[in-house]
């Protein structure tokens, strides 16, 4: 929780960029982030082998590798 001086600091800030640029708030972000589907392809295809060389560990890890290649190619598009 920010203290009474900090949250009367910040609102203050706020309404100086708001005073300077009106638009300031109204601008949607255009940077996405990277959807990284080589690196979620290498962890998808990396799962076999994990899992036939590794026994129980290597299965375990092969999980969280696909869990992980999914989380990278599905990426929400957002900042």
């Not at 076999?48 to 929400?76: C, E, S, Y």
Request: glycine share 12%; hydrophobic share 45%; net charge positive.
């Amino acid at each position: 929780m920010l203290s009474s001086y900090d949250r009367r600091r910040f609102n203050e800030i706020v309404s100086g960029l708001l005073e300077e640029d009106p638009g300031f708030a109204d601008r949607p972000e255009t940077r996405e982030p990277p959807r990284r589907p080589g690196l979620a392809l290498l962890l998808w295809l990396s799962m076999p082998f994990l899992a036939a060389t590794g026994g129980g560990t290597g299965l375990l890890i092969a999980v969280i590798a696909g869990l992980w290649g999914l989380r990278l190619w599905f990426r929400p598009d957002r900042p």
